[in-house]
């Protein structure tokens, strides 16, 4: 049972490396894409190439009965509670998470962004608390604590070229924040809904929702037109295909099922590989270098991630259902 127990923690730790993995293409993708369509339209073509992309699996998830309850009345449309949390996560998660990240990355610099993206983990866990009641045990900030030193010591280029407090950045640095806020609250929101329905389910149906109410927005705000698709070109199609079927598509999927088994807190700790390993992308996909600092910030930070992924359990105690 305890080889179980640990093969599954390993499992896990290489899954979230996996995610964030995928999540670390998409700064790339966002910095092509925002060069040829506003935020919002951005975001749009994300959701609907996303929700595309997994309807098929949704299909095949229902026609193979799997689903996390047994009480069919849980999962009903006429719960308002159903209802609400979908609008919800769609609303106040998704669409800010993915628009207002882009919006504002474009108003500021790419090291203010990078840095203020830093208080994810920390904002997801005290919403995590707050809202879900999960408890902040002292490993989990001792993790968090160590993650958090390593991508500073990863970041410190962007911590010297830093203007946080620019008036002329305040606006984009606000925007990014607020995106920041969504992320977390869309993660911890949905924890809820996992205990009723699938990552599939979630994740699609939250994708149409935010597309529906994206729409109206995509027309008003940035005056989109159909015609205005054929202007994308390759680079412009090919960085949606990365968000919307990578980073919002198998991504999402993982990191949802990563969260019906780890608390939020525990499973937000992996965001802070993100800086390393985009670096490393870029290293293996640019030739770019990796400096000593780069190397150590990133070591420290998988540790602070495997204390947290393989030495804690999600609430005090351990979760039996196979992965």
Not at 112 to 137: D, K
Not at 139 to 159: F, K, N, P, T
Request: charged content about 10%.
């Amino acid at each position: 049972m305890r080889s179980l127990v640990h093969r599954r923690r390993v499992v896990d730790f290489l899954l979230l490396l996996i995610v964030n993995t995928m999540w670390a293409a998409q700064y790339a993708a966002y910095k092509t894409a925002s060069a040829k369509m506003g935020p919002v339209t951005l975001s749009t073509w994300t959701f609907v190439l996303a929700a595309g992309a997994l309807i098929p699996v949704l299909a095949l998830e229902r026609r193979n009965g799997a689903v996390p309850t047994a009480d069919p009345a849980l999962r009903s449309w006429r719960r308002k509670e159903n209802l609400a949390g979908f609008a919800i996560i769609g609303a106040l998660g998704l669409i800010p998470a993915s628009a207002l990240l882009a919006w504002g990355a474009s108003l500021s610099t790419a090291s203010n962004a990078s840095l203020i993206y830093l208080t994810v983990p920390i904002i997801t866990c005290l919403l995590a608390a707050m809202i879900l009641g999960e408890r902040m045990s002292g490993l989990r900030w001792v993790s968090l604590a160590i993650s958090l030193a390593g991508v500073l010591l990863l970041s410190g280029g962007d911590l010297r070229q830093a203007r946080l407090a620019n008036p002329g950045y305040l606006a984009g640095n606000g925007l990014v924040l607020l995106a920041c806020a969504s992320s977390s609250f869309y993660n911890v929101y949905s924890k809820e809904l996992l205990k009723r329905f699938t990552p599939v389910e979630v994740l699609v149906t939250g994708y149409l929702i935010a597309a529906a109410i994206s729409l109206p927005l995509i027309v008003w705000v940035e005056h989109f037109s159909p015609r205005d698709a054929a202007g994308y070109g390759l680079s412009g199609w090919m960085s949606l295909l990365v968000l919307g079927l990578m980073s919002w598509g198998i991504a999402m999927v993982l990191w949802l099922r990563l969260l019906t088994r780890l608390d939020v807190s525990q499973a937000s700790v992996s965001i802070y590989l993100l800086p390393f390993l985009g670096v490393l992308i870029s290293a293996l996909a640019l030739g770019e270098r990796i400096t000593a600092s780069t190397a150590a910030g990133g070591a420290i930070t998988l540790a602070g991630t495997l204390l947290i992924t393989l030495a804690d359990s999600p609430r005090g105690k351990e979760k039996t259902h196979a992965a």
